[in-house]
């Protein structure tokens, strides 16, 4: 039974380029949540989507960061131009009834140099 | 003040010894309690759920006051594999909503 998958799971770039993550949730799962987690913020909330629908995106940093999912098996994290600030492990979770639901993909690191 | 407070540790404890952690809680509005833990270099795994007339797992108990908008977790007879940071864990509202997470608390259980 697949969980989360994420993808890349390791990223290096350089100040400027655009980076995109890509996260396919649990099948059957109606929620899903990007997250971010640094050593000095901890794990915070992006953006998450139920039924595909953004709903509450007040957690993205700022005008470079964007999140789609076009279907129900897909979505994205783009960062455009990528800074050195934005290096953290980038998570995906879904979930389909209830946050007691709510599970974690493995994470993507970013690094930004 | 954070939404969720914890006291990052670490602590460091000997095989078999019980250890506590607490956390505090600023939304009252929060309904869904949890404990989560985080190995290193892994994503979260929900632990267990905290409810108000306390729940327990084995070697693992969770209490929760609504009152005080504290959660604890108490760990008996540690082992190594315990070693790990343990996240406390609230939702926004009501619903299948974010979570909010804590810091966590370090744990390292030596032999």
């Known amino acids: 039974d697949a969980g989360v998958i994420q993808s890349p799971r390791h990223e290096v770039t350089e100040m400027g380029q655009e980076v995109t993550l890509r996260c396919k949730p649990i099948s059957g799962h109606n929620s899903l949540f990007w997250y971010r987690q640094t050593m000095m913020r901890g794990l915070e909330l992006l953006i998450y989507f139920n039924n595909n629908v953004p709903i509450d995106d007040s957690g993205m940093p700022e005008d470079r960061f964007s999140a789609k999912m076009p279907n129900a098996s897909f979505s994205t994290l783009k960062i455009q131009p990528s800074e050195p600030r934005d290096s953290a492990v980038y998570f995906c979770a879904s979930s389909w009834d209830g946050p007691e639901t709510q599970y974690f993909g493995p994470g993507t690191r970013l690094l930004v140099l | 003040r954070k939404e969720v407070e914890q006291d990052p540790g670490p602590f460091n404890v000997p095989e078999g010894a019980t250890v506590a952690f607490n956390c505090t809680y600023s939304n009252s509005a929060s309904q869904s309690f949890f404990w989560y833990r985080q190995d290193c270099r892994k994503e979260p795994k929900l632990l267990m759920s905290?409810?108000?007339s306390g729940n327990e797992d084995g070697r693992f108990t969770a209490q929760l006051n609504r009152a005080s908008q504290y959660i604890s977790l108490l760990i008996r007879d540690s082992k190594l594999s315990d070693s790990a940071t343990y996240l406390c864990v609230v939702t926004k509202n009501s619903g299948n909503t974010p979570l909010v997470f804590g810091k966590g608390t370090r744990l390292s259980v030596i032999a």
């Open positions: 905290v409810y108000s």
